[in-house]
């Protein structure tokens, strides 16, 4: 049965993971470098590119020998490497020790979009999941709905016009002065908060699937400007609240024009507590399967990568070894 070896660099995460071909997880190692970038308010991408080149060996040895797999000679099909969208000096990391790891051992290797790793983040806890699926990616780099008619036949149907879920977290957390990155915290916080004590706009209430996030941003910094005295818990319960509002209405509206099987949350911001809870309430009323993948697997991890890995060497075969990384790669260019 073939194995594969997924390695992803594209940002502050050097990750390694074995899946098998019927996306068992053998195994997943992920070293984060966000100490090193946690007072800088964001990730720093030379810092970043620096970490993945001391971390990625031990962490490529780790994935294989908790995968029983032998570091020096492991008995692998492929090696899987995200090669696009991230930071530059990130990605070239993982991609050449995958080239190199790949010659080495004389096997195929095979570029994958990170965005499309990450809509096979659910096919790891159900890998027989029926299809169409809408998928709701949202990530500190990207927002987007998009619609999977089978593995890797993606539609973009919205996406975000200006910052990411993510983001607009990061920087409402930043303005309040908690930590980065500010999701987690936020998300915290706002469970013992009341939602309706700020009043913000929902946005992008067309009909369109598109999503935008900097006019609440706005509204947040304006209205905490105004009321001073609005407890914290209260301030990250509304937000959360309008942020949700809008994902969620958007995810209505693809499900009453788009016929699914299944509902899914992808991307880092699918860790969010009423988010998932949100969208587990529409697929109910909409009666399809809910698909909400535990956070490890919804943040950038390296078996989401080996998973599109074995997808993309099936329908495209390998990549060249004179592939380079793509820092801008859209998910609609893939393959
Ligand atoms: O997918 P990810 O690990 O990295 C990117 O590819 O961006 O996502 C990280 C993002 C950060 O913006 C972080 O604040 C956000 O996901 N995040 C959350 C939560 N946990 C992580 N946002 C809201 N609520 C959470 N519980
Ligand atoms: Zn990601």
């Not at 390694?16 to 308010?41: K, N, P, T």
């Not at 032998?70 to 090669?83: F, M, S």
């Not at 067309?206 to 001073?228: I, P």
């Not at 535990?294 to 075969?317: E, F, P, Q």
């Amino acid at each position: 049965m073939p194995v594969i070896l997924g390695i992803e660099t594209s940002c502050d995460d050097t990750a390694a993971a074995v899946v098998d071909a019927d996306l068992h997880v053998r195994s997943s190692v992920i070293e984060s470098s966000m100490d090193q970038h946690r007072s800088f308010g964001g990730v720093v991408p030379e810092l970043a590119g620096r970490a993945h080149v001391t971390t990625i060996g031990p962490v490529v040895a780790r994935a294989l020998e908790l995968a029983g797999l032998d570091p020096t000679n492991p008995a692998l099909d492929a090696v899987a490497v995200t090669a696009g969208p991230g930071l530059i000096g990130s990605l070239l990391v993982g991609l050449s020790a995958a080239k190199a790891y790949a010659l080495a051992w004389g096997v195929p290797f095979v570029a994958v979009n990170h965005l499309e790793g990450h809509l096979f983040a659910p096919l790891l806890e159900a890998p027989d999941l029926e299809w169409p699926l809408l998928t709701l990616l949202v990530s500190g780099g990207h927002s987007m709905i998009v619609l999977q008619r089978g593995p890797g036949e993606h539609v973009v149907l919205g996406e975000t016009i200006d910052d990411a879920a993510g983001e607009a977290y990061d920087k409402i957390a930043r303005w309040l002065g908690l930590g980065y990155p500010g999701g987690p915290e936020m998300d915290r916080l706002a469970q013992s908060g009341t939602a309706t004590a700020l009043k913000l706009p929902v946005s992008m209430t067309g009909s369109d699937l598109d999503l935008s996030f900097s006019g609440l941003k706005t509204a947040v910094v304006r209205a905490t400007q105004k009321h001073r005295d609005v407890a914290l818990v209260d301030v990250a319960a509304s937000f959360q609240a309008a942020v949700c509002e809008q994902l969620l209405r958007k995810v209505r509206r693809a499900l009453e024009t788009h016929e699914v099987a299944g509902v899914a949350l992808a991307g880092g911001v699918a860790a969010n507590s009423a988010l998932r809870a949100g969208l587990s309430r529409l697929a109910r009323e909409f009666g399809v399967e809910s698909h909400l993948p535990a956070t490890v697997m919804c943040t950038d991890n390296a078996a989401m990568i080996a998973a599109a890995g074995l997808h993309r060497l099936r329908v495209s075969g390998p990549s060249d070894f004179d592939l380079s990384a793509r820092p801008n790669w859209q998910l609609a260019d893939v393959p």
